[in-house]
């Protein structure tokens, strides 16, 4: 059982660039997440899906875009990065079904802009 | 929007003692659950409570769900070495948060062996 699957681990980017953090999940999870994770800061919401085609905005979603054409893929999109974008990112998922409400999370990719 | 308010922020401590955090909230909510975080590493679910008063335990880990339904705590038993980590509590409140968790900040825990 794989979970749910980051790629990549690591990546620096120039400011300006543009990337997509890959995030797969073999649970037939409906639920998606992604989270930025900052130094003390917790982590933060960035974009959910509960569904395939449907997407929605988290607390910090400027700078990102998504898109869920399948069950199992949730792709992050960074059109310009910046430095604020810095951070280690996490996806995470969940069965809508779940009453634990637990999610399973990845492993995370830490991207540095420079 | 929603905030849970986690501490202590860190904490050093001793192999062998005993560890204690705690999450609060103004709000209500429904389920309560406790992730640990290790270097490089997603958060994993250690715990979750759904019932007000409800004491849960999980080998060395005890955790309670407030009888107000707006705080929580975590105890780690005679710690080691492998307990270092951050540790993260997590509220979910049926009427708002749009359905996703709430986390707090995190406890960043250090054990000196």
């Known amino acids: 059982n794989a979970g749910v699957t980051q790629t990549p681990k690591f990546r620096i980017l120039k400011i300006g660039q543009s990337m997509t953090l890959q995030c797969t999940q073999d649970?037939?999870?409906?639920?998606m997440y992604w989270y930025r994770q900052d130094p003390g800061m917790g982590l933060k919401l960035i974009y959910y899906s509960v569904g395939a085609g449907i997407t929605d905005k988290g607390e910090v979603p400027n700078g990102y875009n998504v898109s869920r054409s399948t069950t199992e893929d949730f792709p992050l999109r960074l059109e310009l990065a910046a430095p604020s974008q810095t951070s280690v990112y996490f996806c995470a998922s969940r069965d809508r079904r779940d009453t634990l409400y637990g999610y399973t999370f990845g492993s995370g990719t830490r991207l540095t802009v420079v | 929007g929603q905030q849970l308010n986690q501490s202590p922020q860190s904490m050093f401590i001793q192999e062998g003692e005993d560890v204690s955090m705690n999450c609060t909230s103004s709000?209500?909510?429904?389920?309560w659950l406790w992730y640990k975080q290790e270097p490089g590493e997603g958060p994993v679910l250690l715990i979750a409570l759904y019932k007000a008063g409800e004491l849960t335990s999980n080998g060395r880990l005890t955790a309670q769900f407030g009888i107000t339904r707006k705080d929580s705590f975590l105890n780690i038993s005679a710690s080691i070495p492998s307990d270092v980590g951050i540790y993260f509590c997590?509220?979910?409140?049926?009427?708002?948060?749009?359905?996703?968790?709430?986390f707090g900040k995190g406890t960043k825990l250090s054990v000196k062996p």
């Open positions: 997590a509220g979910y409140n049926y009427g708002g948060s749009q359905g996703n968790l709430i």
């Open positions: 649970m037939n999870h409906n639920y």
């Open positions: 709000s209500i909510f429904n389920t």
